[in-house]
T-cell receptor, first 115, second 117 residues
């Protein structure tokens, strides 16, 4: 069985602060895929990043960065210099590399960036 | 390139009525997925199509739920004899065929918000 845990239910930061969203996953598969999605108040899930299990290289995209550590089964997401537009619910998700195409989502972390 | 579209965006119905939702995937995406999201939770997988074939179904998909993708393009999700517990956001996603770049990424539509009174 697969599981994704996002222990932080809600986080509030002041604009321009850095913030890290935690994601811990469980899977028995040796090949799997990890994702982060953003869900603004409008409701649509917006894809942010996909990471394959065999690629532990960290990634930076503008103010966003992701830290993938297989040793601790974590895939954390950091927003640098947060902005009000970053306010949303962020979901971490896991997909098996062994046949099933369903995504297993965490419960999400609601980020509020206060001006 | 248009994204995934869903219709209607909102639906209010009375308990016991049937409802049908439509999803149009991104063109050239042969895989289509349905998820359900209740308040404060992450999306939960319901079912998945590759072209017109329904290849995976969740245990969440009770007998009252049926999904189709008759021509391998758009899909419909029907809920019969709706119950108050069916109130949720129903999300559709699509992804590329095997052998093409980024095939593992699912792109989501705006969802259909269902309220059963």
């Amino acid at each position: 069985a697969q599981k994704v845990t996002q222990a932080q239910t809600e986080i509030s930061v002041v604009e321009k602060e850095d913030v890290t969203l935690d994601c811990v996953y469980e899977t028995r598969d040796t090949t799997y895929y990890l994702f982060w999605y953003k869900q603004p108040p409008s409701g649509e899930l917006v894809f942010l990043i996909r990471r394959n299990s065999f690629d532990e290289q960290n990634e930076i995209s503008g103010r966003y960065s992701w830290n993938f550590q297989k040793s601790t089964s974590s895939f954390n997401f950091t927003i640098t210099a947060s902005q009000v537009v970053d306010s949303a619910v962020y979901f971490c998700a896991l997909r098996s590399g062994a046949g099933s195409y369903q995504l297993t989502f965490g419960k999400g972390t609601k980020l509020s960036v206060i001006p | 390139d248009t994204g995934v579209s869903q219709d209607p965006r909102h639906k209010i119905t009375k308990r016991g009525q049937n409802v049908t939702f439509r999803c149009d995937p991104i063109s050239e995406h042969n895989r289509l997925y349905w998820y359900r999201q209740t308040l404060g939770q992450g999306p939960e997988f319901l079912t998945y199509f590759q072209n017109e074939a329904q290849l995976e179904k969740s245990r969440l998909l009770s007998d009252r739920f049926s999904a189709e993708r008759p021509k391998g393009s758009f899909s419909t999700l029907e809920i019969q004899r709706t119950e108050q517990g069916d109130s949720a956001m129903y999300l559709c996603a699509s992804s590329l065929p095997l052998g093409q770049g980024a095939r593992e990424t699912q792109y989501f539509g705006p969802g259909t918000r269902l309220l059963v009174l």
